[in-house]
Every structure is written in C-alpha cells, then in structure tokens.
C-alpha cells in the first residue's frame, strides 16, 4: 500500500510533538531515510504543507488567502480576520493578500477547502449565464 503526504505528515507530527531538539534531529533524519527507502522523497513538499496544516490546527491557526485585484489596506485585511476568525473559532489568522486584476475587483477568500468567490468576474459570469 502506497503512503499519501498526508500519513506521513501526520506520522512525522505525533513522532515528534513534545520532543526535545536533541531528538528531534535523531527523528527527522529517520524520517527522511524512510522516505528515501521508500522512494518518496519527491513527495517532500506535499508531506510539508501538510505538516503545516496539522501544526496550525494544534496551535488554533488558520492560513487565509485573499486574492483582489489590487492590494488591500492592512485595515480591511485585519477586518477580514478577525471576522474569518469568529466564524472560523480561531486565535490566529495568518492572511496572505495576492494581486490577480483579472477578477477586476471584489475579493476571494480561501482558506481550508472553503472558497468564497465574491470577485466582479464571478458576478458579471453569473449574470451572463442568467441572461443567457
């Protein structure tokens, strides 16, 4: 049977939470020699961001991506926040603001599997697709 990023980012957390650095380096270089035994080295990234997933859930994180069409002001971005936070029942939001001017305005939000499309793009699409 095939190990997914996802088994090995959670193997990698339980292993290692509340570990002491001294074995923590004893840890991480087993790991990475059973990743190489097992020829899924190239999965290493996948297996990262996946481990920072399961980091970010035991600390009350949620990475948030809003993407507009030009940046926003760091007030909007911590109104975003603190609302996605409430809903979410988070303690830290970490925002990442992308720039795409193809949505020609409005916001999307992502974070988690949940996107929220709320660009121009999308409502002048639907629209169309009413009208049509």
Same mark, same amino acid.
Request: aromatic share 6%; charged share 30%.
């Given at each position: 049977?095939?190990?997914?990023?996802?088994?090995?980012?959670?193997?990698?957390?339980? *292993?290692? &939470?509340?570990?002491?650095? =001294?074995?923590?380096?004893?840890?991480? /270089? +087993?790991?990475?020699?059973? !990743?190489? %035994?097992?020829?899924?080295?190239?999965?290493?990234?996948?297996?990262?961001?996946?481990?920072?997933?399961?980091?970010?859930?035991?600390?009350?994180?949620?990475?948030?991506?809003?993407? *507009?069409? &030009?940046?926003?002001?760091? =007030?909007?971005?911590?109104?975003?926040? /603190? +609302?996605?936070?409430?809903? !979410?029942? %988070?303690?830290?939001?970490?925002?990442?603001?992308?720039?795409?001017?193809?949505?020609?305005?409005?916001?999307?939000?992502?974070?988690?599997?949940?996107?929220?499309?709320?660009?121009?793009?999308? &409502?002048?699409?639907?629209?169309?697709?009413?009208?049509?």
């Amino acid at each position: 049977m095939k190990i997914t990023s996802r088994q090995y980012a959670l193997a990698l957390y339980e *292993s290692i &939470k509340n570990k002491e650095k =001294e074995e923590l380096d004893i840890l991480l /270089k +087993n790991f990475v020699s059973v !990743l190489i %035994k097992n020829n899924d080295l190239k999965l290493l990234e996948k297996i990262i961001s996946e481990f920072v997933k399961f980091c970010d859930k035991a600390d009350g994180k949620a990475r948030v991506e809003i993407i *507009s069409a &030009k940046k926003l002001d760091q =007030e909007i971005i911590s109104l975003i926040g /603190k +609302n996605i936070a409430a809903k !979410l029942d %988070k303690r830290n939001i970490i925002i990442n603001n992308k720039i795409n001017k193809n949505i020609l305005g409005g916001i999307i939000l992502k974070y988690g599997s949940t996107i929220i499309d709320g660009s121009f793009k999308n &409502k002048i699409n639907c629209l169309r697709s009413k009208l049509y």
